[in-house]
Structures are given as structure tokens and as C-alpha cells.
């Protein structure tokens, strides 16, 4: 995968998907594996963004019931079994226990009522059955949980991923089926004719040379930046998305061996605690975010929430700040709701489509990705009317990844991979996204001379340049750990 710029700036596209998240790289893949000629443009790195910093799940969100969000739930279960089958490579069956406890915001017939519907909903698609588990039973299988007040749970299965690679596959294989894929190109303006809008204006930001792309749909998969491309669009259009905060703590390993679903009591969120690659990953935060889309951390509150619930559910260990390695945090694009709490927000995506033709992609689950590219394709192809264009085989045929089997050892391999095929230009794009050691007790922060030493060597760094990107990796590792 090249980032062919030529052909950007030559060609003229059926569809322009901007946004490298996973939903803009779904479409892409989509729309080429039916026949249509697609570009994509990222303006920084695929899975940059919230597509990178999730809670790591493909699930039906079974805390959704209790809004009643059955249509939700529904189709996640269902492209949760889609996505099991077709990336088995990177998504995997996890078991779950949801512990009850005296003065829980929810009871334990409720949670155990809740798992029944999620069974139900699934139908045979389902991972495994639910087993409703007495108070020792909940102990037997997890014997370092908090047994204080303690009343019973469920044991339920879901599914984990690795988000960050799967977003990066289907980036992979939307260039594979003939996409023209490029990262760090950004969208700055809308080329309209007659009021319709027949391309952008962009900039690529490793080069500063000024393009324009040329397509006959445009598509605004950018997430947390929606309101901005919409605002090219219509300066003064109503915002279209909510984003809302959601941060996750890296905290070294705790006892425990399957994933733990528990309620806050500050605010009866629910909330996870995950085991993942020899570390613990604990969150989420749903807050309102109000400052720009491009900062995002964790605060010191947001912190401090996290690891206090956690304290609960682990009463004999000591969770505390040292115990932490580091923190990530994104902005979901929620549909544009207001007057409701953050975590009420609906999951459900909308599309929408402007009076210019400017196709904007609203809200979703990470789950239910697939579907909602076949969704917008559909769509754009049924503007094209072009009959030759192939039906949707994204439910049949998951995408391909370059990494087979166990991980290639040889630093030096997996640079070379990484330059060659899958676009990284950056030393953050290649320690927090390619071989992903920001997340690692290190940081990467033992393997960071050494891999700008082969990057540079692939990409002719100079030795200023090498020396600032080993800079720009440092800090925002700084800004990572320091809340």
C-alpha cells in the first residue's frame, strides 16, 4: 500500500471517502470490492482517532437493553457473528462476569434478566449461552473480585478485537481491491458546480503540495471532525454530531482472568475491566467534549473516576495511580442529541445527505461498522446508477491482513512492513498503531532509538528529522501518562 498521490490528483472517482477511521475505510473497501472507483483520504493515520482508542470489543452492548434499544442490539449481535467469522484473525470470544452487588444501581434479576434478552436477540448466532452464577460461584471463578455485599452475577460471552488492526485492514484490503488510499492528506475546501458538490480541495501535509480530487459523491466519514466538513460545506449548518469523551486507563495486570462488567456507583455507568496483552485495560468515560477534536486526553477527573470504581471491584489490591501505565482517549461522534445525559446518547448511525450531495455519516457502534458501509454504499451507488456495480460480499468476505499466525520478532521485518506496506511515515504511526508498544508497559519507550534508527534508514531521515520524530513520540507519550 503506496500513498499514490498522482493518481489523487489525476483520476476522477465515483466516490471520495474522507476519514481513515474504520467506518471511512469500510466504505472504501465496499465500494471498490463492488466495482466503483474509490479514493480515501486520511488526514493524519488510519485509526488515528476514536477507531484506535476503544474499549477493544465487538459486542451487541448489552447495556443498551436497558434503554430499550432492541433494534440496536439486534443488528449488533448480528454483524458481532459477521465479524467473528470473517476476521477470525483478530476477533476472538471473551467471557464476561457482570457481579451483582447490594446498592448496585441494578439488581441482580435485572442483570440477569438483562442476559436472557441478549441470548434471546442473538439467536443462533450466539457465542454461548448465558449461566446465571450464585454468589460462590461468582468467587469460585473469580476469586480476587470484592465478595462484599456480593449477590451473584452472570457469566456471558462477547467478542474482543484488536481495533486498531482490523481499521488498518480494511485500509489494507480497500487498496487491494483498487482503492487510492492515502494518509496525512487533508481536506481544506469543497468544489461545487452549480450548486453540487465535484470534489475537494486538499493538502498533503507531508509534502504541503496543494491538490484537488475530483469525484462525483463525496463522502464525510471524519467522526469527531464531521461538523467541520459540514461547515465547508454550509458555514452556517447545524452541528450533526455530539462527540463525547470516552478514556481508557492501561493499568499493569490485575488478578483476574476474564472480563469484568461492573456499574459505578458515582453515576451507575457501567463500566469495563479487560484483560488485554498482558495488561488491564479499564474504562469507559462518556463526557461531553467541547474543546478541539485534535487534543484529547485524559483528565486528572476522569482518572481519578476510573480508578476508584476499580478500587471497588478489587478491594485487596491497591489501585492507585502508580499502578498505571498509561491512558488513551477519543471522541465518539454521537448523533447531535441534546437535554440527555452523554451516556444516553443513541449508538444508532444516521446518514445523512445535503442539499449540495455532501453524504455525512453520523454516530455507530465500532461493531456495526460493516453494515453501515454496505448501508452507505447502497446509497451512493444508487445515485451513480450504474449498473454494472456488484452486490455487497463484505458479509461473506472480511479483510485480508498481512500479519499471519504469530507476530514477525524481527524488529527490522516489521518496520520494513510497516513503511513498505502499510503507510506509516511517522515514528508515532509506527510505535502507537503498527507494532502498538504505546500501550505496552515500556511505552516503546526501550525500543524508540532503535526504531528510529530503521525508520530513518527506509524513509532517508535526516538526523534532525530523526531526532524530532523521536521528540513528537516522547511527548505525546508525555501527555498520555501525565493527567
Known amino acids: 500500500m503506496e500513498r499514490n498521490i498522482a493518481r489523487l490528483k489525476s483520476e476522477y472517482f465515483d466516490i471520495l471517502v474522507i476519514g481513515g477511521g474504520i467506518n471511512g475505510c469500510a466504505i472504501a473497501r465496499d465500494a471498490s470490492l463492488r466495482g ?255 474543546g478541539s477534536a485534535d487534543e484529547v486526553y485524559a483528565s486528572g477527573d476522569d482518572v481519578e473516576y476510573l480508578l476508584e470504581e476499580t478500587q471497588r471491584a478489587f478491594p485487596h489490591e491497591h489501585i492507585d495511580r502508580a499502578g498505571m501505565i498509561t491512558t488513551y482517549a477519543g471522541l465518539r461522534p454521537l448523533v447531535n442529541t441534546q437535554g440527555i445525559a452523554p451516556w444516553h446518547v443513541s449508538r444508532e448511525h444516521t446518514i445523512k445527505e445535503s442539499a449540495s450531495g455532501l453524504i455525512s455519516v453520523v454516530g455507530g457502534k465500532y461493531t456495526t461498522y460493516r453494515h453501515l458501509a454496505e448501508e452507505v454504499v447502497d446509497m451512493v451507488l444508487s445515485k451513480l446508477r450504474d449498473k454494472n456495480f456488484k452486490r455487497c460480499v463484505t458479509q461473506k468476505i472480511g479483510p485480508s491482513s498481512p500479519v499471519s499466525g504469530e507476530e514477525d520478532l524481527d524488529l527490522h521485518k516489521c518496520i520494513e512492513r510497516a513503511v513498505k506496506y502499510e503507510m506509516a511515515n511517522s515514528l508515532t504511526d509506527l510505535l502507537v498503531r503498527r507494532l502498538q508498544f504505546a500501550t505496552t508497559p515500556s511505552l516503546g519507550l526501550d525500543r524508540l532509538e532503535e526504531c528510529g534508527r530503521i525508520m530513518g534508514e527506509f524513509l532517508n531521515w535526516s538526523g534532525a528529522q530523526k531526532e524530532s520524530e523521536m521528540r513528537l513520540y516522547k511527548e505525546e507519550m508525555r501527555k498520555n501518562t501525565t493527567n
Open 36 to 290: 466503483a472507483k474509490a479514493a480515501l483520504i486520511e488526514k493524519d493515520d488510519f485509526a488515528s482517532g476514536a477507531s484506535g482508542k476503544t474499549t477493544k470489543l465487538i459486542h451487541g452492548g448489552i447495556r443498551y437493553l436497558e434503554q430499550f434499544n432492541f433494534k440496536l442490539v439486534y443488528e449488533a449481535l448480528r454483524e458481532r457473528a459477521i465479524i467473528l467469522k470473517t476476521v477470525p484473525h483478530l476477533v476472538h470470544p471473551i467471557e464476561f462476569i457482570l457481579p451483582a452487588y447490594k446498592g448496585d444501581p441494578r439488581t441482580l434479576l435485572k442483570i440477569r434478566t438483562g442476559a436472557f434478552i441478549y441470548d434471546q436477540l442473538a439467536g443462533r448466532d450466539n457465542i454461548r449461552c448465558h449461566r446465571p452464577l450464585k454468589r460462590d460461584e461468582v468467587i469460585l471463578l473469580e476469586e480476587n473480585i470484592g465478595s462484599r455485599n456480593l449477590k451473584g452475577g452472570v457469566l456471558y460471552c462477547d467478542g474482543q478485537m484488536d481495533d486498531i488492526r482490523l481499521c488498518l485492514d480494511n485500509a489494507i484490503s480497500a487498496y487491494q481491491a483498487g482503492s487510492s488510499v492515502a494518509n496525512k492528506v487533508k481536506a481544506i475546501g469543497l468544489i461545487k458546480e452549480k450548486g453540487r458538490i465535484i470534489g475537494i480541495e486538499a493538502k498533503d501535509r507531508l509534502t504541503g503540495e496543494d491538490l484537488t480530487i475530483r469525484a462525483k459523491v463525496v463522502v464525510n466519514a471524519t467522526g469527531a471532525w464531521s461538523n467541520q466538513i459540514v461547515k465547508m460545506d454550509k458555514p452556517d449548518a447545524t452541528p450533526i454530531t455530539r462527540p463525547t469523551k470516552g478514556v481508557h486507563i492501561v493499568y499493569r495486570k490485575l488478578p483476574h482472568t476474564r472480563a469484568i462488567l461492573l456499574s459505578a456507583h458515582k453515576d451507575k455507568r457501567f463500566f469495563f475491566i479487560i484483560p488485554w496483552r498482558g495488561v488491564t485495560l479499564i474504562g469507559t468515560t462518556d463526557t461531553d467534549h467541547a
